[in-house]
């Protein structure tokens, strides 16, 4: 199982970015999907998890309003389009199977991808 995060860079107060995370070795549509975040100093946290049947969704608190979490089955990948970014959204985001769609934990999650870092200039 492969999970590859992509679409991270330096972005200013603002900005917009689009994460995409490619599964290889695994269906994606079978799990929940869901990117987690760490920022420099600090534990990572879960941003937004998509369940299986894409029925239902997480958004940490922070990041709700501003983030959308999608999927392509037919691609077998994950997006995570984020707007008005800030400079507290700056950290490495990793994508990963299977997450908690309720509370947005790791606490079922068996894979996760390498990480893209998003860096959020003012």
């Known amino acids: 199982v492969q999970l590859q995060a992509s679409g991270g860079g330096v972005v200013q107060v603002g900005g917009s970015l689009r994460l995409s995370c490619r599964a290889s070795g695994v269906s994606l549509p079978s799990f929940a999907v869901g990117w987690f975040r760490q920022a420099p100093g600090k534990e990572r946290e879960g941003v937004s998890c998509?369940?299986?049947?894409?029925?239902?969704?997480y958004y940490a608190d922070s990041v709700k309003g501003r983030f959308t979490i999608s999927r392509d089955n037919g691609e077998n990948m994950a997006f995570l389009q984020m707007n008005n970014l800030k400079p507290e959204d700056t950290a490495i985001y990793y994508c990963?199977?299977?997450?908690?769609?309720?509370?947005?934990?790791?606490?079922?999650?068996?894979?996760w991808g390498q990480g893209t870092l998003v860096t959020v200039s003012s």
């Open positions: 990963a199977i299977p997450c908690d769609h309720v509370r947005g934990t790791s606490y079922y999650t068996d894979h």
């Open positions: 998509l369940s299986s049947g894409n029925t239902r969704t």
